[in-house]
């Protein structure tokens, strides 16, 4: 039983003295054909920033002119959890969307923007392997 007892009072003195790591964000902000808005990954380290126990969720915001949808610019960093909702909200004549808030290391790397083409890509070769398939 002693041994147990100092088995678990080790384990919390280590978990009490134990450096909590500060989540990784991506960034950055980037036009249509920004890397930032593409590939954030490809920027390095340059583009990653360690966020605060008061900021500690990744956010992706994209940002399009109201009336047109236009797209303007991406938007990645850390926020607090308060602040990061996923929605648009219009300002100015621009649509702001919080398209992702998200607590793991660089989770905010994909956007709306890429997951879109990516599912055109991932359908565009489903319907080829079915066609492909159909003998004539």
Wanted: charged share 20%; proline share 2%; glycine share 8%.
């Amino acid at each position: 039983m002693a041994s147990r007892s100092f088995a678990l009072y080790t384990a919390c003195l280590a978990l009490a003295f134990s450096s909590v790591e500060a989540l990784d964000c991506y960034s950055c902000i980037g036009g249509p054909s920004d890397k930032c808005t593409s590939d954030p990954a490809s920027l390095g380290s340059n583009a990653q920033k360690s966020c605060t126990e008061s900021d500690p969720v990744c956010y992706i915001i994209e940002t399009t002119v109201a009336d047109t949808k236009q797209f303007v610019d991406t938007a990645r960093g850390c926020v607090a959890k308060t602040e990061c909702t996923i929605g648009c909200t219009k300002e100015g004549g621009f649509q702001f969307c919080t398209t992702q808030c998200c607590e793991a290391d660089l989770c905010n790397e994909s956007s709306v923007r890429g997951l879109h083409s990516n599912a055109v890509t991932i359908f565009v070769g489903i319907l080829f392997a079915i066609v492909g398939r159909r003998t004539f």
